[in-house]
């Protein structure tokens, strides 16, 4: 929940398969579905702050194959539009984004390799990521 009273979440849609991320436009408003990159697979919000700016994961196809990625969506953008892949670390292929705060850092986790263990990322507002369990920058 941000200063505004507005939330994020994740439910599923009546005749689609997978869960979409939503994002409310005020306290007791309305939902919008933010629908999901390229318009397949699922996504989920976990959190939003005070610019409207949600991160959460979803599914992007990279290279033919549907991975599960951290994503930070801005606060404009249509159904299924304004998705950032944040990528994942080297030799992993799941991420995803827990939290932002207001100057757009965004925390959560990848793995590094398809099977391994999570480990947990700091996303900078440039671009960069950052493996917290060894402090280098990727």
């Known amino acids: 929940i941000n ?7 994740s439910s599923g849609v009546l005749g689609v398969t997978g869960q979409r991320a939503y994002r409310s436009f005020g306290p007791l408003s309305e939902f919008d579905n933010l629908g999901t990159p390229q318009d397949t697979g699922s996504s989920e919000a976990f959190d939003i702050n005070d610019l409207n700016e ?17 994503f930070l969506r801005g606060s404009a953008g249509s159904l299924n539009q304004g998705f950032r892949d944040l990528g994942v670390l080297a030799g992993g292929n799941q991420s995803s984004a827990q ?22 990322v700091l996303w900078l507002n440039n671009g960069q990521m950052r493996n917290l369990n060894d402090s280098s920058l990727v």
Request: glycine content about 16%.
């Open 99 to 120: 939290s932002i705060n207001n100057h757009g850092h965004v925390v959560g986790w990848s793995r590094t390799t398809s099977f391994g263990a999570n480990r947990a």
């Open 3 to 9: 200063a505004s009273g507005r939330i994020v979440g």
């Open 54 to 70: 949600v991160v959460g994961r979803a599914t992007f196809v990279i290279s033919g194959a549907a991975q599960t990625r951290a």
